[in-house]
């Protein structure tokens, strides 16, 4: 009978040393991570009581939240900027399958909007979507693509179609992260992997990360990642009101 190997990271083997370049043990780590999780599934109820905390959790904020929210956001992005209320962009679902995915919008209306990704400081960005994307308020029209069954409250981010293509192509095992439902946050978000790409290897590391979730993954996982992005939150929001830097999630 096969048992469920508990990957720790980072892996040690006394008899296949890995290789001390970041890219090489990098490498290495996707392969032993390809083979551990072909063996994994997760507990028999996992994926229906996943399904009942997601559409419980959504339709709970829609309704006591989300009620209330979008007029009032919805007036200020009016006031602030030209354009519509909502960004509706075509992103990489479960098994490569399109969808669309749900934002308040941050940004100037741009034609860049769908190959470029948002950087700090980024020029199109207006005055209330910095505070938005900061409290990561422009993300909770998501609940609603959670309750439409295209995303999951705890899961790797959806990429841009652009990204999905580019990124297969060139990083190892990326498309693993497409074998489970794409969530508003993950496990590479609460490790402080959001935002701008600017290294490879900082791409690799978030594909790491959502492996390992997959390789993990529970309802006491996905609770642990919840809390670790309430915290996460605020620790961002106090260094923006001071005037320091923060990371732009994509």
């Not at 910095?130 to 909770?140: A, C, S």
């Not at 961002?236 to 001071?242: C, E, H, N, R």
Request: with cysteine; hydrophobic share 40%; charged share 25%.
């Amino acid at each position: 009978m096969k048992q469920d190997v508990i990957l720790d990271l980072p892996i040690e083997r006394q008899n296949s040393p890995i290789p001390q370049t970041d890219i090489a043990s990098i490498r290495y780590l996707f392969h032993e991570m390809n083979q551990q999780l072909l063996d994994h599934q997760p507990a028999n109820y996992y994926f229906t009581a996943k399904r009942i905390m997601d559409v419980t959790i959504s339709a709970v904020f829609i309704v006591l939240v989300m009620s209330w929210l979008t007029p009032l956001i919805a007036l200020l992005i009016k006031l602030t900027s030209k354009g519509p209320v909502f960004f509706i962009q075509k992103r990489t679902g479960y098994m490569g399958v399109e969808f669309n995915c749900f934002k308040f919008r941050t940004m100037f209306v741009n034609d860049e909007a769908d190959v470029k990704q948002v950087s700090i400081n980024d020029d199109r960005i207006t005055k209330l979507g910095k505070i938005l994307r900061l409290t990561h308020i422009d993300e909770t029209p998501q609940f609603f693509n959670v309750l439409l069954g295209d995303m999951s409250v705890v899961g790797p981010r959806p990429h841009m179609l652009y990204h999905t293509r580019y990124y297969s192509e060139c990083i190892p095992y990326y498309n693993l992260r497409l074998e489970v439902l794409p969530g508003m946050t993950g496990m590479a978000q609460i490790k402080d992997y959001i935002g701008e790409i600017s290294v490879e290897r900082e791409l690799r590391k978030r594909i790491q990360w959502d492996i390992y979730y997959m390789k993990n993954r529970s309802i006491r996982l996905d609770i642990n990642i919840l809390l670790g992005t309430t915290g996460m939150i605020f620790r961002k929001a106090l260094p923006f009101f001071f005037g320091k830097k923060y990371k732009q999630e994509a």
